[in-house]
């Protein structure tokens, strides 16, 4: 034992016990857990509808502008080159980027670029 405890004594009577918790007390700890529990399936299932639909904002937002992309490739392929000798250089750099622009456009992912109406 340490120096300054003495030896331990010997043990005290049992004290009664407190009071029983009454009905309304064991009533309001039950509604406060479904209460918690109910709040927490609350947020989890708004938290879930938030996710999936940002999730599906995003998808659309995608779907937006890999349609404009495409169409916007597709016209740029619709332009034809000018007329000139095929031994200008800067001719043969318009066909070149003609069919660069060409596959570019199924190079990205569009099926056939689409035509825009004039």
Same mark, same amino acid.
Not at 17 to 25: C, E, V
Not at 41 to 62: E, M, N, P
């Given at each position: 034992?340490?120096?300054?405890? !003495?030896?331990?004594?010997?043990? !005290? ?85 003609? $069919? ?8 990205? $992912? ?9």
């Amino acid at each position: 034992m340490s120096e300054r405890r !003495g030896p331990k004594g010997d043990k !005290g009577e049992r004290g009664a016990p407190g009071p029983a918790m009454t009905r309304n007390s064991r009533r309001a700890v039950v509604f406060l857990f479904f209460f918690s529990v109910a709040l927490s399936l609350a947020t989890y299932v708004a938290a879930t509808r938030y996710y999936q639909a940002s999730q599906a904002a995003q998808q659309r937002q995608g779907q937006v502008f890999e349609r404009k992309l495409c169409v916007t490739l597709g016209s740029l392929h619709d332009r034809k080159p000018p007329a000139g000798s095929p031994s200008d250089p800067s001719r043969s750099y318009l066909d070149w980027l003609h $069919g660069q622009l060409g596959q570019l456009g199924p190079d990205v $992912g569009c099926k056939t670029p689409p035509r825009r109406q004039p």
